[in-house]
C-alpha cells in the first residue's frame, strides 16, 4: 500500500507539473513547479495516520465485508468480490492520504490550488472501477452476458472515436429543431456572428418593452429552451415578454480573425438596435447568461460611454463581472499560459469546441468524464436519453483572437471592473456609468461560476439591484421550472448588499421552488404597459422572416 501511495504521489506531481496539458486543451509545461515544502510535524501526521487507517483496513477485511462508502464501488457484485473490494477501499486511503499531503504543502495559495487539481484528477483516473480487471460489476456483467457487454463496449469506443467525445448520452435520440429548441419562432436578422430569432407570441398582448437574451457563446443558445416544460424561453414568451434571442454562429475558418470588439459591436450591440428597430421600442430589456452576461456588460459600457442607454433593466444570470473570484478555472490561468494562448493563436486561430467541452468536464472528472467510460466500454452500456447532456456534448468554437482577449482582459487582469482601464470599440469602460434596474442571479454549487463570482456584480453596479441566490449548479440552478416544484432560493428584502457573499447569505430568507416567478415580476416592473401583440415576425418592409426557429447556425457542428 505504501508503494502505491508513493507512485500516486509521484503521478500526482508529474500530472501538477503538466496539469493545463493534452486533454484539457491547454499548454504543457510553463516553467518549473514551484517549491514545494512540508513542515516535518504535519509530514509525520499524515504517514502516521496512513498507517493507523491501513492497519484498521487491513483488520476489517479478515474480520467482515469493508464498507467503502462511495458511489463507484456499491452494488452485490462489488460486496460478493472480497478482492475487488479491498482494491477499492486501499484505493480510497491511497486517494484521502495524498489529498492530505496536498493540503499540508507549504506554497502559495495559485500552488496548492493546482496541486489539489492534480492529484484529484490523477484519483479519478486510477480508480479500481476504471479497470476491467479491477470493476467486479463489469466483470459480472461479461459472465452473465457471455462477453456480449465487452463486445458492445468496443462498439462503443469505437463510435465514441468516430465523434471525438465520450457519450453522455443517446445522441441518437436527438435533434435539434425536432425535440429540442422547438419553440415556434423565426429567424428575423443575420449577419457574419449571430441570427437573430423572434419568438412567436402566446399571449393576446405584451409588453412594449421587448426582451432580449444573450446566450454564452461557448455552447448552444438552446439550453435555454430544451423541451417545452423547462424551456426559459417559452416561460419568458408566457409571461407577455416580445422575446428575442441571439443564436451565436459556431465559428469556421472565415471567423478565426474575429476579436472581443467584434463580438461587442457586430453581434451585442447589434442585436440590441435591431430589437428596438424591429419593435420600434426607445427602450428594451436585456439578459444575458455567463459569458453572454459579460458581453451583454460590456455593450452596454460602450455604449453608455457613447451616451447611449437603449437597455432598461439588466439581468445576469451566473455572470462574472468580477473576475476576482473564478473558482477552480483559476488554476488553468496565469501569465505563461495566455502568452502561449497569444502566441498560439491571438493573431488569427480557432480555439476548439472539443477542447474547450473537453477542459469542463474535467472539472468534475468522475461524474463527467469516468462514469461514462466505465458505463459504456467496461459494462457496454448505452446512456439514457437525456437532453442536457445532449446540449452539453454540442461543442462550438472560439475564434483565437477574441479567445485570448477574454483570458488577458478579464480572467488574468480583471480589467472590466476597473473603471477607464479597457478600452473596448474605442471607447473607455466604466461600469459606474450602467445605473439601469439589474436582477443578478446566482447559483449556490456553481464551480464555473462561484457564487462569490455571481454576486461580485452587486458591487459594482450602480442601479437598483436585485440578488437571488438558487441551489445546484451552474446549469441546474439556472433551469428550474415552477412547475417542477424543485428545489429553493434565497432572497433578501432589506435592500443590503455587503461586500462578502456569506454575509448576505446570513441575512437571507430561504424560498422553495423556482427563482422564475420572483424574476419574472420583477420583470414586469420594468416591461412598460401591455399592448397588443405582433401578427407577424420582423418588421414591414425591412425584417422578414429568413427561416423558422431554431434557424441554420445552431445546427452547425463544431
Known amino acids: 500500500m505504501q508503494g502505491s501511495l508513493r507512485e500516486g504521489w509521484t503521478k500526482a506531481l508529474e500530472q501538477f507539473q503538466n496539469f493545463d496539458a493534452g486533454e484539457l486543451g491547454l ?16 509530514l509525520q501526521e499524515v504517514h502516521q495516520g496512513y498507517l493507523k487507517e491501513a492497519a484498521e483496513l487491513w483488520n476489517q477485511s479478515l474480520q467482515s465485508s469493508l464498507s467503502l462508502g462511495d458511489r463507484r464501488f456499491k452494488g452485490e457484485a462489488w460486496e460478493r468480490n472480497p478482492m475487488a473490494s479491498f482494491a477499492a477501499a486501499v484505493y480510497l486511503l491511497n486517494a484521502r492520504t495524498l489529498m492530505s499531503l496536498a493540503e499540508a504543502a507549504e506554497t502559495d495559495a495559485k500552488t496548492k490550488a493546482r ?4 492529484v484529484e484528477q490523477w484519483a479519478a483516473a486510477s480508480a479500481p472501477s476504471n479497470f476491467l480487471a479491477f470493476n467486479a460489476e463489469a466483470l459480472t456483467k461479461a459472465v452473465a452476458t457471455k462477453g456480449e457487454s465487452l463486445a458492445r463496449g468496443v462498439q462503443n469506443v469505437l463510435t465514441d472515436m468516430r465523434q471525438g467525445h465520450v457519450s453522455m448520452t443517446d445522441e441518437s435520440l436527438f435533434e435539434v429543431g425536432k425535440n429540442v429548441a422547438t419553440t415556434e419562432g423565426a429567424v428575423v436578422f443575420e449577419n457574419a456572428f449571430f441570427q437573430l430569432i423572434e419568438y412567436k407570441p402566446l399571449t393576446a398582448k405584451v409588453h412594449e418593452r421587448p426582451f432580449l437574451l444573450v446566450p454564452p ?14 424551456s426559459f424561453i417559452r416561460y419568458a414568451v408566457s409571461q407577455g415578454m416580445r422575446t428575442f434571442v441571439v443564436s451565436w ?23 440590441i438596435a435591431t430589437v428596438q428597430d424591429i419593435s420600434g421600442a426607445k427602450q428594451i430589456n436585456a439578459l444575458g447568461f455567463c459569458v453572454g452576461g459579460t458581453i451583454l456588460t460590456t455593450a ?20 462574472l463581472i468580477d473576475f476576482s473570484d473564478t473558482g477552480i478555472l483559476d488554476v488553468f490561468v496565469d501569465e505563461g499560459v495566455v502568452k502561449f494562448r497569444e502566441m498560439q493563436m491571438g493573431k488569427g486561430g480557432m ?94 454549487e456553481d464551480h464555473i461560476v462561484p457564487i462569490a463570482g455571481s454576486y461580485a456584480s452587486t458591487q459594482h453596479l450602480p442601479g437598483e439591484r436585485r440578488f437571488v441566490m438558487g441551489s445546484s449548479g451552474h446549469i441546474a440552478g439556472v433551469i428550474n421550472p415552477p412547475a417542477a416544484n424543485k428545489r429553493s432560493h434565497w432572497l433578501r428584502e432589506d ?26 415580476a420583477w420583470l414586469t416592473r420594468h416591461a412598460g404597459k401591455q399592448i397588443a401583440a ?6 414591414a418592409g425591412k425584417y422578414k422572416a429568413i427561416e423558422p426557429a431554431p434557424g441554420r447556425y445552431v445546427k452547425a457542428k463544431a
Open 351 to 444: 480555439m476548439k469546441g472539443q477542447d474547450m467541452a473537453s477542459t469542463f468536464s474535467f472539472l468534475r472528472p468522475n461524474d463527467l468524464v469516468w462514469n461514462y467510460v466505465v458505463g459504456n466500454y467496461l459494462k457496454g452500456e448505452t446512456p439514457p436519453p437525456f437532453d442536457l447532456l445532449y446540449w452539453n456534448s454540442d461543442s462550438t468554437n472560439l475564434p483565437g483572437p477574441f479567445y485570448t482577449w477574454y483570458l488577458r482582459h478579464t480572467y488574468l487582469q480583471n480589467e472590466l471592473v476597473k473603471p477607464g482601464k479597457l478600452t473596448v470599440c474605442g471607447e473607455k469602460i466604466d461600469l459606474r456609468k450602467l445605473d439601469i434596474p439589474v436582477y443578478v442571479y446566482g447559483s449556490r
Open 495 to 520: 435592500g443590503q448588499f455587503p461586500k462578502n457573499v456569506q454575509d448576505w447569505i446570513a441575512g437571507a430568507t430561504e424560498k422553495p421552488g423556482s427563482w422564475w416567478t420572483d424574476w419574472s
Open 27 to 42: 499548454p504543457a509545461g510553463q516553467g518549473a513547479v514551484p517549491q514545494i515544502r512540508f513542515e516535518p510535524q504535519q
Open 249 to 271: 454562429r459556431n465559428p469556421d475558418a472565415s471567423m478565426e480573425k474575429a476579436t472581443w470588439d467584434d463580438y461587442i459591436e457586430q453581434a451585442a450591440i447589434k442585436a
Open 115 to 118: 496541486l489539489r487539481f492534480a
Open 300 to 319: 452596454l459600457a460602450v455604449l453608455a460611454a457613447r451616451g447611449q442607454k437603449p437597455v432598461a433593466a439588466l439581468t445576469l444570470l451566473t455572470t
Open 534 to 539: 405582433p401578427k407577424s415576425y420582423g418588421k
Open 217 to 230: 457563446c461557448i455552447n448552444k443558445f438552446y439550453i435555454l429552451d430544451l423541451q417545452p416544460a423547462n
